[in-house]
């Protein structure tokens, strides 16, 4: 039996927002895992909540980083190389679009709107993974983002948070493809629905919830765990053959024809 030990890595975990997040539960498995952790917040107002939870996994640092921002991602990749001087494994958990924009018809979705979505939950997985290269590259890093199924189907409420999960999932086989010689791996993992801060903003959620555990092959929803040890998974060794892929951990639900 393989374990699975990240002594003397490096892990950087951004869209932590509290305990339910999903890149949350990924950090919880890297920590155990041995890995040195830094967490990122994007605002005051989560802030607090990161250094929470930091506290409860000793030796973590926290920092700002507002992706839609590029000071504060040059500050957070000044301080890791000073600090660090390589990152081995980072977590892009990031996501956003306007409630307004989660709501109504997907075909009204105004400019502002469309491009907001697709800065903040795609692009930045690029400009992010751009700044940081020096440190992602210096031991040759696993990068895992996370999506969803509407990246590749239409969802009702998902709106423009489908195209925005279906750009994301691209940059991850372009990254895949353009990193690869540096031994960088870039994967995607798309969950099934788990009830975190965002989750809970679209409209419908708890009859998602529902139908995905009637129609899932394991007749159940997944656990934010399950997330966490999968995210595991792909930034250790025990992948180190796999770029440019989306592991689906969503109860076998997206194998279904009905």
């Known amino acids: 039996m393989y374990a699975i030990d990240l002594s003397g890595k490096h892990a950087l975990v951004m869209g932590v927002a509290n305990h339910r997040s999903l890149s949350w539960a990924i950090a919880q498995s890297l920590h155990r895992a041995g890995a040195r952790l830094c967490l990122t917040y994007a605002g005051e107002r989560l802030r607090g909540m990161v250094e929470e939870l930091a506290a409860t996994a000793p030796g973590t640092t926290v920092l700002e980083c507002d992706v839609t921002r590029d000071q504060t991602i040059d500050a957070v990749a000044e301080r890791l190389t000073g600090e660090w001087g390589s990152v081995e494994a980072f977590v892009h958990g990031i996501a956003f679009a306007r409630k307004e924009d989660l709501e109504g018809e997907f075909v009204a979705t105004p400019r502002e709107g469309f491009q907001m979505a697709l800065d903040v939950s795609a692009y930045s997985l690029i400009n992010v993974t751009n700044r940081l290269r020096p440190l992602l590259e210096k031991n040759g890093a696993s990068i895992v983002t996370l999506s969803y199924l509407a990246a590749e189907r239409a969802v009702p409420a998902y709106n423009v948070m489908g195209s ?63 997330v966490g040890k999968a995210g595991l998974f792909l930034l250790s060794d025990l992948s180190s053959g796999i770029t440019g892929e989306v592991l689906y951990v969503d109860a076998g639900y997206h194998i279904m024809g009905w």
């Open 164 to 226: 925005a999960k279906a750009v994301l999932e691209q940059s991850v086989r372009q990254l895949a493809y353009e990193l690869g010689p540096k031994n960088v791996r870039v994967n995607a993992i798309s969950a099934g629905p788990v009830s975190t801060l965002a989750a809970r903003g679209i409209h419908g959620f708890t009859d998602m919830l529902k139908k995905h555990a009637e129609r899932a092959p394991l007749k159940r929803n997944i656990t934010k765990d399950e």
